[in-house]
């Protein structure tokens, strides 16, 4: 990516980003990769970086681990594997067989799920496989602590066999002598020592004389020398001849060691850059947890699409004091490319326009960028930007010079592909004829459909904007009743400067005020009255909206919630419907056995007995009384529903219930035992013990039965 002026990326604060980057890297080859971060330009490219991201960033929040725990650093390693004839410690060697096993522990992660689940991790280790020989190769010579083993060869195992030997024979003779000497009392503190690598002991330097053997040296006072007893005097050259041979036998086995592990140079090479790769990826996942930041869309077109925008830095700097920050909502496309900031001082309007510059290169460097996943990136070719105060001392050019020297270049250089940031266009000359400049380098930007962001105080620039294709306007939002920024960006409209509301606010005579808005032009004040009145206007519009908004989702909420509670009753009427159905069904099955075994009984007796009249009135029976009862329940259930049984006794002109088969008449005269009641307009003798009192239910408690 190409941008203007070489201090651009300073200027939007990338350096920043780039060394909150390297703070989260372990390894060397990582931080490497953070310090030389660079702005690409093809989208297929960006996409698979930033899904990288996204893929080890959701490993984190899942915390799932991935196998890159070893924070090596193997440039000296991996060096003297290339060079003929080196040869490589136990030390180094067991770190290259920490990569070898790192990589092992990759591969292994990525099982076949995972390959699809993560496939811009997997990408990283596409063209690679892990070689087992490298790991073999070592633990053939070395052990855990990297120390080469007895049996690395036939000749090491005998040297140190031999020497294990000669050390037990040395050790028995030299305790023989340390006893010897404890009796006679040469024997010092320190009673013995290693000097010059023989072992030697330490006697009053009185005796030295009285004990035969080689005086190696004497302590700092003089009192103790150090004496090779002759006895062991052979036994030491031995030893010392035996390590000898054990040092060169190891040399000689860690040389072919290093020259076969060299065959495999530019794998353990491909994997060291595979770990620093991944370690870099991890910074940046770290780095996105640090900011909130996500995996917007990116599309092939020119386009900016910011939702919920946070500047990267302030929301981390606002975080740490436990401060708010005001996220910006942006949209550039090919019918409103250009954006035209205005507003007061200290609004926020050169916050804003860094907070989309530095999430640009952000996003085109391969970093996730503080926005909602909603928003949508297009990639941009170029970037150009003038912030701040330009004048060069060097060219001896003005400030107003070096903004017409950078306006030039833009207008030469910019395209469909170009993004660009100019704060405070037109500032540093006349108003009237800086405003003329400004808006010939708006409308020629525009010709050339470049993309960008420009603030301003000029009126006319506020003007033009609704004007010219493909520039709009935009405020940063002030509270005229507190006198106070809000930091927040209202696109659509152009913003007052507030230059009265300001000075009234720092606490500058009224009378002073007064004289100021007399010398300004009037229509000049009045457009800047009616820009006030109207952002004033549009805040008030916007709180109603949130109100309404809001009163919208609690009614959308106490919708679901009515949902909810219709849908359990529903189903539970299903449920209490589907339990009556199956206990008429579960009463039919018990009926229809009962039926059966029956019939067959009657079969049975029609065989056996010879009154076949009398076992056909069996059968009428068992058939029809079912049916008989299924009328029975029907004519209760009508009774219950319009009378209810009353206790008491039972006297003339009373209703009364027939218990046997459930009638309800009047009564019209006792006898003794008897009652006659009249069912219709017949009247029935029957048993007082048959009847029950009732009477007529109400007509809610009637509705209520049924």
């Known amino acids: 990516m190409k941008y203007f002026p070489e201090s651009a990326l300073m200027q939007l604060e990338f350096d ?39 893929e080890y960033k959701q490993l984190t929040l899942l915390q799932e681990h991935f196998p890159n725990d070893h924070i090596l650093n193997l440039k000296k390693e991996l060096r003297l594997l290339e060079i003929e004839g080196a040869v490589l410690t136990g030390e180094q060697a067991m770190q290259i067989r920490k990569l070898s096993e790192s990589m092992h522990s990759i591969v292994k992660f990525f099982d076949h799920d995972r390959r699809i689940q993560y496939a811009g991790l997997f990408d990283v280790i596409q063209d690679t496989h892990y070689e087992k020989k490298i790991t073999a190769t070592i ?37 023989r002598i340390l006893q010897k000497l404890q009796k006679l009392n040469y024997l010092a503190d320190q ?23 080689i005086i190696h040296g004497e302590s700092d006072t003089r009192k103790t020398a150090f004496l ?8 030491n050259n031995d030893v010392q001849s035996l390590e000898r041979e054990e040092n060169r036998e190891v040399y000689r086995i860690l040389k072919t060691m290093t020259s076969e592990l060299s065959t495999y140079s530019g794998l353990l090479n ?78 926020g309007k050169t916050v804003t326009l860094k907070t989309v510059g530095l999430i640009q290169l952000m996003l085109q460097a391969g970093l996730l960028v503080p926005v909602h996943p909603s928003s949508s990136f297009g990639i941009f070719k170029q970037l150009m930007i003038h912030i701040g105060d330009t004048q060069s001392l060097e060219f001896e050019l003005s400030t107003y010079s070096s903004h017409l020297k950078n306006m030039k270049y833009f207008m030469e250089n910019a395209n469909g592909r170009t993004l660009f940031f100019i704060d405070e266009l037109g500032s540093g000359s006349d108003p009237n004829l800086g405003g003329a400049f400004a808006e010939v380098i708006m409308e020629e930007l525009a010709k050339k459909h470049a993309y960008g962001i420009v603030t301003t105080h000029y009126l006319n620039l506020k003007v033009m904007a609704n004007k010219v294709k493909g520039i709009i306007n935009g405020a940063m939002g002030f509270d005229e009743k507190t006198l106070m920024p809000m930091y927040k960006l209202m696109v659509g409209k152009p913003g007052s400067s507030y230059t009265f509301s300001i000075a009234e606010r720092i ?44 009163l919208l989702k609690e009614n959308e909420k106490l919708k679901k919630e009515y949902e909810v509670l219709a849908d359990k009753e529903r189903k539970h009427q299903q449920f209490t419907l589907l339990k009556l159905q199956n206990k008429i069904k579960e009463d039919d099955l018990q009926y229809l056995k009962d039926m059966e075994r029956k019939l067959k009984q009657i079969v049975v007796e029609w065989k056996r007995n010879d009154d076949k009249d009398k076992v056909i009135k069996l059968a009428e029976i068992l058939l029809f009384r079912r049916r008989e009862k299924q009328q029975n329940e029907q004519l209760n259930k009508k009774v219950q529903e319009k009378f209810e049984e009353i206790s008491g006794t039972i006297e003339v002109g009373m209703q009364v219930k027939i218990k046997t088969n459930r009638q309800v008449g009047k009564v019209l005269e006792l006898r003794d035992k008897r009652a006659i009641v009249k069912i219709g307009n017949i009247p029935i003798n029957v048993k007082l013990s048959d009847l029950v009192q009732v009477k007529e239910r109400s007509a809610e408690n009637a509705e209520e039965n049924k």
């Open 16 to 54: 920043k980003v780039q060394a909150l980057l390297q703070e989260h890297c372990k390894t060397e080859l990582g931080k490497e990769m953070a310090a030389s971060l660079r702005l690409h330009t093809h989208i297929d490219y960006v996409k698979s970086r930033l899904q990288q991201a996204h």
């Open 139 to 175: 633990d053939a010579v070395l052990d855990e602590i990297g120390q080469v083993r007895d049996n690395a060869s036939p000749e090491l195992a005998r040297i140190r066999i031999t020497l294990f030997r000669k050390r037990t024979e040395l050790r028995r003779v030299f305790d």
């Open 191 to 213: 009673e013995e020592a290693f000097l010059n690598g023989r072992r030697v002991v330490a006697i009053y330097a009185e005796n030295k004389r009285m004990v035969k053997g």
């Open 228 to 235: 090779e007893p002759e006895e062991t005097i052979d036994l």
């Open 270 to 347: 491909g994997y060291y850059q595979i770990l620093g790769t991944f370690d870099f990826i991890r910074g940046k996942a770290k780095l996105a947890l640090d900011m909130d930041a996500n995996y917007p869309m990116l599309v092939p077109h020119s386009e900016l699409n910011l939702v919920q925008a946070y500047h990267p830095l302030l929301l981390l700097y606002n975080r740490k004091n436990q401060k708010p920050t005001i996220p910006v909502n942006i949209k550039l496309d090919k019918e409103a490319h250009i954006l035209v900031i205005s507003g007061p001082n200290a609004g």
């Open 507 to 550: 606490g500058l005579h009224p009378a002073l005020i007064a004289r100021a808005k007399k010398l300004v032009d009037e229509g000049h004040f009045q457009l800047d009255k009616l820009l006030n009145k109207a952002e004033q206007d549009l805040q008030h519009v916007e709180e109603k909206e949130k109100d309404l908004q809001k």
